[in-house]
């Protein structure tokens, strides 16, 4: 079992084989030189883990990290190979979670090069809310804000600035570690790019 804040793998090392998360949480990411983190993604029971140095034979491209106690299990590089030459709707499944991670990397670079941290948060936590989104719905923040910053690929400073600014325009309401969600559309309207929904939305 890996407990919490210990490495699955860490960037660059090679790859042995196809990881299966059996249970726990793992997040994938990156740390800067300077300490600042991105997060890309995180991954449940039943994920796999590793598709990419498996088959172009290069390193981990992110670190792996237990959110919380996590149990993984290794199907080695030559038994999967195998196993997709036997059964190639084993390598359409991996293809489709490798196309879906694709798209998951190119919406996190549209959001870093094009979006300002107000939108980042405010999709993120349109996301996290669910549909349907209506006035006064609560959404549990159980993250810091250092924790949300890596996740939105900024800094903790711009993320409590952000959150000020949603609160002192009426977007949300914070209590605690739960956000009320008070005007649905103006939150949306941010959510999609609409930065006019909250004036002076510049927080980059």
């Keep these: 079992m890996i407990d919490p804040g210990d490495t699955v793998f860490d960037e660059g090392r090679a790859c042995p084989g196809l990881l299966i998360v059996a249970e726990g949480l793992v997040?994938?990411?990156q740390t800067s030189t300077r300490g600042r983190e991105q997060v890309f993604h995180t991954e449940g029971p039943g994920a796999t883990?590793?598709?990419v140095p498996l088959f172009d034979g290069g390193g981990y491209l992110a670190s792996a990290v237990a959110a919380e106690p996590t149990r993984v299990l290794l199907l080695p590089r030559a038994e999967l190979v195998h196993l997709c030459q036997q059964h190639p709707a084993v390598?359409?499944?991996m293809l489709k979670t490798m196309a879906r991670r694709v798209r998951q990397f190119a919406s996190i670079v549209t959001d870093l090069a094009f979006r300002p941290v107000t939108e980042r948060l405010a999709r993120y936590l349109e996301t996290i809310a669910g549909p349907p989104v209506t006035p006064g719905t609560r959404v549990e923040l159980s993250l810091t804000q250092a924790q949300l910053a890596a996740r939105l690929g900024t800094v903790r400073e711009l993320v409590a600035r952000a959150?000020?600014?949603?609160?002192?325009?009426g977007v949300i309401k914070r209590d605690r570690?739960?956000?009320v969600i008070r005007d649905p559309a103006r939150l949306i309207a941010l959510?999609?790019?609409g930065g006019?929904?909250?004036h002076g939305g510049n927080v980059t």
């Design 177 to 179: 570690t739960h956000i």
């Design 49 to 51: 883990l590793g598709e």
């Design 27 to 29: 997040e994938i990411r």
């Design 191 to 193: 959510a999609r790019g």
């Design 91 to 93: 390598a359409l499944a």
């Design 196 to 198: 006019s929904a909250v």
């Design 163 to 169: 959150l000020a600014e949603l609160q002192d325009t």
